[in-house]
């Protein structure tokens, strides 16, 4: 159906900002609800935000709140999640997800490490 690749991780200081892409293939990113998810070394995975194709309305974790933006470019088929004032928690592998009913698809994820 369609295909998730993420990019844009790396290593970041605390307090520095990182832009993740999620880039699709196959069909287009308008039909799906698009999420964030991360995985930190132990923990379980965490929703970070989402954005809906209907009217846009995006939601984030309380953790990421004021700081991360979920937002599409459609004429470019991606999706982003701009990540700002990075604290060492946030260090995780991020994987974006496409969502309709009976369906979705994942991408194989891009690692964000936070540290001095």
């Known amino acids: 159906q369609v295909q998730l690749v993420e990019s844009g991780g790396g290593l970041v200081q605390p307090g520095g900002s990182l832009r993740l892409s999620c880039t699709g293939s196959?069909?287009?990113?308008?039909?799906?609800?698009m999420s964030w998810y991360r995985r930190a070394p132990g923990k379980e995975r965490e929703l970070v935000a989402s954005?809906?194709?209907?009217?846009?309305?995006?939601n984030y974790a309380d953790s990421v709140k004021g700081r991360f933006t979920i937002s599409r470019d459609n004429a470019k088929n991606t999706v982003y999640l701009q990540m700002n004032s990075l604290k060492p928690e946030d260090t995780a592998v991020y994987y974006c997800?496409?969502?309709?009913?009976?369906?979705?698809?994942w991408g194989q994820g891009t690692q964000v490490t936070v540290s001095s």
């Open positions: 997800q496409a969502m309709r009913p009976y369906y979705q698809s």
């Open positions: 196959g069909n287009t990113l308008s039909l799906y609800i």
């Open positions: 954005t809906t194709n209907t009217d846009g309305s995006t």
